[in-house]
């Protein structure tokens, strides 16, 4: 039943993000994944604590995959999301302790 329902399921077809962004990506940033402010804000602000750049972009329209279920099917204005990208601290500094 299990195996039956897989094949039911539709693969994503999340575009290329190399090809939308190629200087992040030459930079070394990794997408880790897509929001709407302020949670996306704060998981920015979590990866920064482990040490982690963090780089928020606005969404591009041909950056969503068809089958997105948020601002691709007027759940709202694109511009209230964000794409999240990190990398690793290019100073090798340490995370800062939590206050």
Not at 69 to 90: H, I
């Amino acid at each position: 039943m299990k195996k039956q329902a897989s094949k039911n399921r539709k693969k994503s077809t999340t575009p290329d993000l190399a090809t939308l962004y190629p200087d992040l990506t030459a930079e070394g940033w990794e997408y880790r994944g897509c929001g709407e402010r302020p949670q996306v804000e704060e998981l920015a602000d979590f990866y920064a604590e482990l040490g982690l750049e963090t780089k928020l972009m606005p969404v591009r329209k041909e950056a969503i995959p068809p089958d997105c279920l948020g601002c691709s099917k007027g759940r709202g204005d694109v511009r209230r999301y964000r794409m999240l990208f990190t990398r690793e601290n290019a100073s090798g500094a340490p995370p800062l302790p939590p206050a």
